[in-house]
């Protein structure tokens, strides 16, 4: 049975429903630690930079693609050039890759709402927590179930029914949740037992003073090779979910403002989690709970708010209620590209793709569950880190795949196909494309060289 074609209503559900899968895990979690370890406000300024050239360029390419073929990924490359027809499928593995483990950190963060709800969530702030919850055997699969479920909620309702309706219900509340705590984060103070007294005015300075201080070539190329990644995961590019999403486009959208407006939501949610995060884990546990890295989510900030008394724990249901809202944004643009695609291939409806989707999600996450007990293994990767299964699936999708994908898109669209088919796309509804030049120039020389450089640094050759 083949299917209506979906489509969002207009500009807001789609510029709410695209915001929805690049505001996730990555703003709120991996924004923050990146900042705090590359030196505060010199990560802010690169990581900009970066919005406006790469992830411009990148956006622009992949929505415009998607509402130019009216396809999914898998298909769309093929329209544009048959010798292409690879590089959908290359594009389709990313989502693949991502629906394994998205949904069991969704477990965690559903854990962490869970618990602080029903208890004053001290047990959290202890040390080995953590750990002894993501390699228990069954509390972490139970978790991921409830979030994978409610995921394949949404995505089984549809794009107008599902997707849209309910971003654009969580997203406004996602802001007003960041924002109150952003600002509940500045008016911190605490005094440690050294008697040294932190406000969190002094944690904004942290978070947004430059450090230049031994910066050296190589610290400033760690630095870029971050912003970069993070690039590509907070947007969601170059791995097709943007041209799913750009396919439901209609042709009278203003893509150049909307494109606008999904990168200012995304950095602002991402700066936002800055200044909720870095003040008040400065303020409570100092430099030192700064350099926690990525346990700073699940280890750190319940020690924060352990330290906030009466207030933290509602503090702490607003926070994982928001960072729960962000994931399951992202997930279901996750496995709706999954769906989406499949029902292009096999001609079959909606309902019967989600079920067959969520079978392989809940198959894989399991396995990646699993992956930190029973089928515990570690492998050194080529970029020098030590990863089990869940690292594993992340470094190849967005190590490994992304900058590769972006690298033969950028060919494609730069040297075969020409730049001029994304800049008549974006200029359909009668608008004219003001950065035309820009993105010419980038797709066409920078993107490709940077991409390759990328791509040999992540994947240890250089
Ligand atoms: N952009 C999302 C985030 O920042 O967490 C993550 C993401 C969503 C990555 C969807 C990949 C994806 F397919």
């Not at 209609?250 to 700066?271: M, P």
């Not at 926070?319 to 994931?327: D, I």
């Not at 196909?417 to 920078?446: Q, S, T, W």
């Amino acid at each position: 049975m083949k299917e209506k074609k979906s489509n969002f209503s207009g500009s807001i559900g789609f510029v709410l429903a695209a915001a929805g899968s690049a505001v996730g895990v990555g703003n709120i979690w991996r924004f923050p630690y990146l900042c705090a370890k590359d030196g505060g406000g010199l990560f802010l300024i690169v990581y900009l930079a970066l919005v406006l050239s790469f992830g411009f360029v990148l956006l622009t390419t992949d929505i415009a693609i998607g509402r130019h073929t009216k396809q999914n990924a898998l298909k769309a490359f093929g329209t544009l050039n048959s010798k292409w027809k690879f590089l959908g499928y290359l594009t389709f593995l990313v989502p693949a890759l991502i629906m394994t483990y998205y949904s069991v950190i969704g477990g965690w963060i559903t854990k962490y709402f869970c618990t602080y709800l029903v208890s004053d969530g001290s047990i959290l702030s202890q040390d080995s927590y953590f750990t002894s919850f993501i390699t228990s055997k069954v509390s972490p699969i139970v978790f991921m179930l409830l979030f994978l479920a409610l995921t394949a909620w949404v995505v089984y309702r549809g794009v107008e029914k599902g997707i849209e309706k309910f971003s654009r219900f969580i997203m406004p509340g996602l802001i007003l949740l960041i924002l109150g705590i952003a600002i509940f984060s500045l008016t911190l103070s605490y005094t440690d037992a050294n008697g040294t007294v932190r406000t969190g005015l002094q944690g904004l300075k942290v978070y947004l003073y430059p450090d230049f201080s031994s910066l050296t070539v190589k610290r400033f190329l760690g630095v870029l090779l971050d912003a970069m990644s993070q690039l590509f995961f907070s947007l969601s590019v170059s791995m097709g979910i943007m041209v799913t999403y750009g396919s439901y486009v209609k042709d009278d959208v203003d893509l150049n403002k909307s494109i606008n407006q999904i990168e200012i939501f995304d950095t602002g949610v991402a700066f936002l989690a800055g200044m909720m995060i870095i003040p008040a884990v400065f303020v409570f546990l100092g430099t030192d709970g700064m350099a926690s890295g990525p346990s700073l989510i699940f280890i750190s900030l319940p020690k924060v708010f352990a330290s906030m008394g009466a207030i933290g724990r509602i503090i702490a249901i607003a926070f994982f209620l928001m960072m729960g809202f962000a994931a399951l944004t992202s997930c279901v643009s996750v496995m709706e590209t999954l769906v989406a695609n499949c029902m292009e291939i096999f001609h079959k409806s909606r309902q019967k793709m989600c079920a067959v989707i969520g079978i392989y999600s809940l198959v894989t996450a399991v396995l990646i569950c699993l992956g930190y007990n029973i089928l515990y293994f570690e492998v050194k990767l080529p970029n020098g880190t030590v990863a089990q299964l869940l690292d594993i699936m992340d470094y190849i999708s967005n190590s490994f795949l992304m900058p590769f994908i972006s690298l033969l898109t950028s060919i494609l669209i730069g040297w075969v196909v020409g730049p001029k088919l994304i800049i008549d796309e974006v200029e359909r509804n009668g608008e004219h494309f003001k950065r035309a030049k820009l993105y010419c120039f980038m797709i066409r020389y920078v993107v490709p060289v940077v991409m390759l450089i990328l791509f040999l640094v992540s994947t240890g050759i250089i």
